[in-house]
């Protein structure tokens, strides 16, 4: 039998998941296809981890080492939902819940000095951060708006703020000292092993890292950010911000780069709060309180110090907040400001929500206002910082007639900056940090000191000639300019243009537009295309991969999470990515008090038509053809006639959405004359549900308003999940009696 994975993964992706898979399962078992669930929520990952601890009724198998695995085969045909990449707080609070539960988990150990607690230490690292997506990525990203998404778009445009040439918004970035200007990069000649050492200024050599395997043609950064550079950069900014009367926002992206920008976090947070920690920074780090894990982190620790200490800290971070510059805000009603958890403001969702509404975020008050974009590292923060001057000269992007961008992405194989999480290192002493050959070869080094963050990254040969043909083959399908957002000055960018140089001779590019600009340049020329309602490919890195494919989709149809991403794997199979989980901790809040899901599947939805048709391709199932295009037919009604979830109690949320997909689906089945024998299965259906659509919504409006219990957050009860998920007894009959 034909085989989808679908993934179960986190927060309220998965909780939708509840609702939307028994639905799936039974359309697509009338074309002999089985879908299967494997667990890779961090709860998963965690537990995975730690099998001997457990009970048998407890263990999970490694769900993820497993689809890792079948990724890099031609069977693979794997959906992908959106998953939490953990912070250091959000996986205490995963493996506290689960401890709550039964689980016998360790504590994640701050500072692990016995051979146990640094087993321990690597075990929960490895489910940190982005530990899900290079696992997954053995091909590279193609990532765009679908026709009937845009479409939609134009006829119903999502709110945008207005835009000022006074605006005082801007973005502030390091000109020196940071990733950006220290970065070298080398090309390895032939398969090698190599060792990542620092050399101590007395002579003495330690090895961060061994046995690092290159392949030939491989690019091989290595780069660091000077922490003195960084909180001289830091403080500067503080002083310009309460200087101008904006508000101070930090923008990093503190789960994918799981290493570093937590450490950038926690050094913004030491220098906002300098005289908080210059009182009580060693009380405060006796008891464990690191800026690392942010405000909201040491706040809630702060039971920990003895009474008369705690109320004085409490009291000396409420009047510096007090002070200029005003914090930015996650939210003002409950006092989460931008420095309180590392992975609240990940930079990606928040520049382009931000330059959404007009170059202004939220105060301690409520207030909105202009905002001073703190990006410390420079590789990539000008490209906000051109969009942002675009809308000062130009005003907002109308949605009814602007362009698109759609992205093509090199991310295969851990490619670039995300895969540097087990090579970065927080420097402890003052010397050389080396990337040497087996041959006892020097080929990168950095002179550094306590307290830098070096990293180094890997990209291999293969997933760019593929990310290189992937370009041309969207050029080509478009006919739309492809444009790399390669800059020649950077080390690891010069070394990718010449490869690309290399290798787009070995394709037909006649007749098609293929570009190499800066990442600033590359924004300026799609913007100024996308007023004139053009579309341009832009051809990206891992990070800038991300970044794209938030910001444009952002301000082009309202939210990332309405893009079809689609993988093709280089072995042959796919992957089929389901969009942004960005907001999905509020949409939780809000089913759990009160029954109330907002979470769109509408990425879900196109995945799985996809996924369906790349069935169809790899098996010659011709019924999983039909399946996928009823599916975007039956998406596209959804979107029409407003049947996606609205915003408030008493409306149709996520499981009404559902409800019409179904019923849309059905009656494009019966619909369709292609296989007479699939619309004589789904005409019955598609009568009981149109005959029973009263019945079924007002089934699925009684359920909402009162507070629910899904037995945890990260970790949910299977039966109550599917009790709150599948209220509709209806509804559940006739799709149950399809299965």
């Known amino acids: 039998m034909a085989k989808i994975i679908y993934t179960k993964t986190d927060e309220a992706p998965l909780l939708a998941t509840y609702s939307l898979k028994p639905i799936v399962e039974a359309f697509t078992s009338a074309a002999g296809v089985e879908v299967e669930t494997r667990d890779i929520s961090l709860a998963g990952r965690i537990i995975a981890q730690f099998p001997e601890r457990l009970t048998p009724e407890q263990r999970q198998p490694d769900a993820l080492a497993e689809l890792g695995e079948l990724a890099k085969t031609p069977e693979a045909n794997i959906i992908k939902l959106p998953n939490i990449s953990a912070s250091v707080p959000q996986l205490k609070a995963a493996i506290a819940e689960l401890q709550a539960q039964g689980y016998a988990l360790p504590d994640y150990p701050e500072s692990p000095s016995t051979e146990e607690e640094k087993d321990v230490r690597a075990r929960y690292d490895k489910v940190k951060g982005s530990a899900v997506n290079p696992v997954l990525r053995e091909g590279n990203s193609d990532r765009r708006a679908p026709a009937a998404v845009k479409a939609y778009a134009r006829s119903f445009p999502h709110r945008m703020g207005e835009w000022s040439a006074d605006s005082r918004t801007s973005v502030a970035t390091m000109d020196s000292g940071d990733f950006a200007s220290n970065e070298k990069s080398v090309v390895a000649a032939a398969e090698d092993t190599l060792t990542i050492q620092l050399v101590g200024a007395d002579g003495t050599t330690t090895v961060l890292k061994e046995s690092v395997p290159v392949q030939a043609g491989e690019v091989v950064d290595a780069t660091f950010m000077d922490a003195a550079a960084l909180e001289e950069f830091l403080r500067a900014q503080v002083e310009r911000a309460a200087s101008e009367d904006v508000l101070f926002s930090l923008h990093l992206k503190a789960t994918m780069m799981k290493v570093s920008d937590p450490i950038i976090f926690g050094h913004a947070v030491r220098v906002f709060f300098a005289d908080v920690f210059e009182r009580f920074g060693d009380q405060l780090a006796a008891a464990g309180l690191s800026p690392d894990d942010g405000l909201g982190g040491i706040l809630s620790g702060l039971d920990a110090l003895p009474a008369d200490v705690r109320d004085e800290v409490r009291s000396a971070f409420e009047a510096r907040m007090a002070e200029l510059p005003r914090l930015s805000m996650v939210n003002s009603d409950k006092g989460i400001t931008n420095l309180h958890v590392p992975s609240d403001v990940i930079i990606d969702a928040s520049m382009p929500a931000m330059i959404r509404n007009g170059g202004k975020l939220w105060g301690p008050q409520g207030e909105e206002d202009d905002t001073l974009a703190v990006i410390p590292d420079h590789s990539y923060a000008g490209i906000y910082a051109a969009v942002i001057e675009d809308c000062k000269a130009n005003g907002a992007y109308d949605p009814t007639t602007m362009g698109s961008v759609p992205n093509v992405g090199l991310m295969a194989q851990k490619a670039e900056e995300y895969g540097s999480h087990d090579k970065t290192f927080q420097i402890e002493a003052e010397g050389t940090v080396q990337v040497v050959g087996s041959d006892g070869t020097v080929l990168l080094e950095h002179q550094v000191r306590p307290g830098d963050i070096w990293r180094a990254c890997q990209t291999k040969d293969a997933p760019i000639r593929d990310w290189v043909k992937l370009a041309v083959g969207r050029a080509r399908a478009t006919g739309d300019p492809a444009v790399f957002w390669l800059d020649r000055e950077r080390a690891h960018d010069a070394n990718l243009i010449a490869k690309i140089e290399q290798y787009l001779p070995e394709h037909d590019t006649e007749g098609l537009q293929i570009e190499i600009m800066s990442p600033v340049e ?24 991300d970044y794209n494919t938030d910001l444009f989709p952002i301000l082009e149809v309202g939210t990332s ?31 759990q008090s009160e029954n109330y899901l907002r979470w769109d599947s509408l990425g879900e939805f196109l995945a799985l038509a996809e996924s369906l048709r790349h069935l169809a391709g790899s098996e010659g199932n011709e019924r999983a053809r039909v399946l996928g295009e009823t599916l975007d037919a039956a998406t596209e009604k959804v979107l029409t006639e407003g049947k996606s979830p609205a915003r408030r109690l008493g409306q149709i949320d996520n499981r009404g959405s559902h409800f019409y997909l179904a019923l849309y689906w059905a009656q494009a089945l019966t619909a369709q004359t292609e296989d007479a024998e699939l619309a004589q299965v789904f005409a019955p259906v598609a009568e009981a ?4 659509e009263g019945t079924i919504t007002q089934e699925l409006l009684d359920a909402q308003g009162e507070p629910v219990d899904i037995g945890g957050y990260y970790h949910p009860d299977d039966a109550k999940a599917f009790a709150v998920m599948r209220p509709s007894a209806t509804f559940n009959q ?4 399809l299965r």
Request: hydrophobic share 40%; charged share 20%; glycine share 12%.
């Open 522 to 545: 590359a924004t300026k020329f799609s913007v100024e295309r996308i007023r004139r309602g053009e579309n341009t490919i832009s051809v990206t890195g891992n990070v800038l991969r």
């Open 689 to 692: 549900l149109s005959a029973n």
């Open 561 to 591: 999470a309405k893009m079809l991403s689609v993988v093709p794997l280089m072995n042959g199979g796919g992957l089929f990515e389901t969009g942004a989980g960005g907001s999905a901790p509020k949409h939780v809040q809000q089913l």
């Open 734 to 737: 006739v799709i149950d009696d």
